[in-house]
């Protein structure tokens, strides 16, 4: 960031002492001085406030000169012509101030380092209450899996799903792996998944010994296309796993009429879309169960947690029991099935019960920052806005876009370095499955592909700046004109 400072009242010289230059600092909100050659203004260094501290924890004195000190300063300095790309690469821990010189060495303006205009993908959404209750389990002494916040959290999630039950552990792809253990799922069976899709769907698959199947995606939901399930399904298949990605609800009528016709069972995995709805009922609430993952980056975070929830009371017992060592309720150190450690602690579930407490105010947020996305996207011709079907309520995880190189000019990696440049966070669209190594099959599946090619997730976060957005946005529609 360049600054307009009037640069006169930074500069000290050679003969000035720690005295005056802590004056000179302190009259800036910056926290430097500039030293310079007395009659010429050439620039020597840059002293800040840390290099005063520092020569005072050294021994020198409010009346020592400058000059005394040794090795003080900073001399990094740059043209007024130089990109400003190349600027970025200067700063440092060290340094975050750098004068730019004119042919005469004399110091015309800055280039101040503003860590805070990195705009992060995605951020939690905090206030008081975390601490307070975090504050709680620390002092009660309540921090593992006992306490009181984990059944809250439990019922909190439930509540506001529209099932009967829920079961908390400790991430998204453990309650995966739950649900699918409970459903008696493994080795010889298949289940079928979108390729387009976090690994962690896939992985939980194999984890069970089952087979993951992948299945192409719709080019208007984004989510597994449905018209391709059937022939998918064989005399192995188990179960479907849909996935609402990026926050988008899959269309769960026809998925459901399938999975009945061939006896199937459904696994929502709403790990992106807690709080969206499919023709005005709750995502997590529409099958035989769902999952959600509450990782930093998700619609609530726990900072590391996940949920499996549905209305089948013996399933969801199962899953406590797989959850907690397969140790049976009522019979301690009596282990009736290999279980898992797979619980969360009463702290991460005390910041669950604050998160809950504001999902929809957070998702209110959310969706106010789609809003503002795609009031300065809508009619860009060579972008394609995100899926928002009439059948369903969106909550807009991360705000990802497509842009149609061939019509744009330039292609995601392109922007993606602009937007590093500018400090600003972006992801791409993941690799569908079919086309990473561990999961390889030679089936082509072109919507996906061409989804991973094309899509950008831009910075989604609940509290954005609506000027930060402006930026963003800018910065993207200028590339289509160059
Ligand atoms: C995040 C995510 C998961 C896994 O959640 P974790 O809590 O990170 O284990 C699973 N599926 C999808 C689609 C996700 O986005």
């Given at each position: 960031m360049k600054m307009n400072i009037k640069i006169e009242n930074l500069l000290i010289n050679r003969n000035s002492t720690i005295r005056e230059i802590m004056r000179v600092i302190n009259a800036n909100r910056i926290g430097v001085s500039i030293l310079v050659e007395?009659?010429?203004?050439k620039f020597i260094s840059m002293v800040t406030d840390g290099d005063i501290r520092r020569a005072l924890l050294k021994?020198?004195?409010?009346?020592?000169?400058?000059?005394?000190?040794?090795?003080?300063?900073n001399a990094t300095t740059v043209q007024s012509d130089t990109p400003l790309s190349d600027v970025m690469q200067l700063f440092s821990d060290k340094i975050r101030v750098i004068p730019i010189l004119d042919n005469k060495y004399r110091v015309i303006d800055l280039h101040l380092s503003d860590?805070?205009?990195?705009?992060?993908?995605a951020q939690p959404f905090f206030d008081d209450k975390e601490i307070d209750l975090v504050n709680e389990c620390i002092v009660s002494g309540?921090?593992?899996?006992?306490?009181?916040?984990v059944e809250k959290f439990e019922e909190m999630v439930a509540r506001h799903t529209g099932t009967k039950y829920a079961v908390s552990c400790n991430s998204g792809t453990s309650a995966l792996h739950l649900i699918l253990m409970a459903h008696g799922i493994g080795a010889g069976d298949e289940v079928i998944i979108p390729s387009?899709?976090?690994?962690a769907t896939a992985n939980a698959v194999t984890y069970t010994g089952a087979k993951p199947i992948f299945v192409d995606s719709d080019?208007?939901?984004?989510?597994?296309d449905v018209s391709k399930i059937e022939i998918a399904i064989t005399k192995n298949t188990k179960a479907i796993i849909p996935v609402h990605l990026y926050g988008h609800p899959a269309d769960m009528d026809p998925i459901n009429k399938i999975a009945k016709e061939f006896d199937l069972i459904v696994i929502e995995d709403a790990a992106e879309a807690q709080g969206a709805s499919y023709k005005n009922r709750?995502?997590?609430?529409?099958?035989d169960a769902a999952t959600f993952s509450f990782f930093?980056?998700?619609?609530?975070?726990?900072?590391e947690g996940g949920m499996v929830v549905t209305n089948n009371l013996e399933i969801a017992e199962k899953c406590r029991l797989l959850r907690n060592h397969g140790m049976t309720k009522d019979k301690?150190?009596?282990?009736e099935v290999v279980g898992y450690n797979y619980r969360l602690t009463n702290i991460q579930a005390a910041i669950g019960v604050a998160q809950m407490g504001k999902i929809d105010l957070i998702i209110q947020k959310k969706l106010s920052v789609a809003k503002e996305y795609n009031n300065l996207l809508k009619?860009?011709?060579w972008i394609t806005l995100p899926p928002n079907k009439s059948f369903a309520n969106s909550v807009y995880w991360l705000y990802t876009i497509i842009i149609n190189e061939d019509k744009a000019g330039f292609d995601v990696n392109t922007l993606m370095k602009v937007f590093k440049k500018n400090k600003i966070d972006s992801r791409i669209v993941?690799?569908?499955?079919?086309?990473?190594?561990?999961?390889?099959?030679?089936?082509?599946f072109p919507v996906s592909e061409k989804l991973h090619k094309m899509g950008i997730s831009l910075p989604s976060a609940p509290d954005m700046d609506k000027k930060d957005i402006k930026e963003i946005t800018d910065i993207i529609i200028s590339q289509g004109g160059l």
């Open positions: 007395k009659e010429s203004n021994g020198f004195g409010l009346n020592s000169c400058i000059d005394e000190v040794p090795r003080v300063g860590n805070r205009r990195r705009i992060a993908v309540w921090v593992s899996s006992n306490g009181k916040f387009l899709t976090f690994a080019i208007e939901t984004w989510n597994i709750m995502v997590g609430s529409l099958s930093g980056n998700k619609i609530i975070t726990t900072g301690r150190y009596w282990h009619g860009v011709e993941f690799y569908p499955l079919h086309t990473l190594p561990i999961y390889k099959t030679n089936e082509e």
